[in-house]
């Protein structure tokens, strides 16, 4: 399993090594001891998979608030997401700043998303799949968004606006300044 750092110190990129013969494969995706090496000490307490029928759905950008504040560690399992994450920590020397990575069936790659950080992503195929573990239960008392097309995010979602589909709570998300910074470093 490999482990970098991006752009944005605290998102890790985690490429799982495959081990494949002439029945299929074996892979490990998630090791805590690796994890660990880099400062993080997540424990998982659920486990989500989604689907989306067609491409261009966007679903983001997602938090939860403390004292349900979770972390993510996302993979796509069919076809291929842009996943993007998004600093929204005050005082955070990168806040506002975010990072998109394309995550697949074939590059096998996952994304950790600490908890601090807004979460979101596009399906850049049809029939996509999204399993994604958790570091908190799902609290709707703490579910919070901030809009996908913030202009002072500037996030290429690599698909013209008109294609996107969004749900009804994605579309009404305030922009980032609109609130105080959920979270602080």
């Known amino acids: 399993m490999q482990i970098e750092r991006l752009e944005l110190p ?3 990129l985690v490429t799982p090594t495959k081990h494949g013969d002439q029945r299929g494969f074996f892979s490990e995706t998630y090791r805590a001891d690796l994890f660990a090496k ?3 000490d997540a424990v998982f307490v659920q486990d989500n998979h989604v689907h989306s029928a ?4 966007l679903r983001g950008l997602h938090f939860q608030l403390p004292p349900h504040a979770q972390g993510k560690l996302v993979r796509c399992s069919k076809g291929a997401i842009l996943d993007v994450a998004v600093d929204i920590r005050g005082g955070s020397a990168t806040f506002g700043r975010h990072v998109a990575v394309e995550l697949s069936a074939d590059n096998w790659r996952q994304l950790w998303v600490p908890p601090g950080f807004a979460h979101g992503y596009v399906t850049l195929q049809d029939d996509c799949e999204v399993i994604y ?5 799902y609290a709707p008392e703490c579910d919070r968004g901030i809009a ?3 202009s002072s995010l500037a996030i290429d979602w690599r698909l013209a606006a008109a294609d996107l589909i969004l749900s009804d709570k994605d579309r009404k998300q305030p922009r980032l300044d609109a609130a105080a910074p959920p979270f602080s470093v």
Do not use: M, N
Request: net charge negative; glycine share 6%.
């Open 10 to 12: 605290d998102i890790l």
């Open 38 to 40: 880099f400062d993080v």
């Open 54 to 57: 067609q491409r261009g759905v």
């Open 133 to 137: 573990k958790v570091t908190d239960y």
């Open 148 to 150: 996908w097309d913030d």
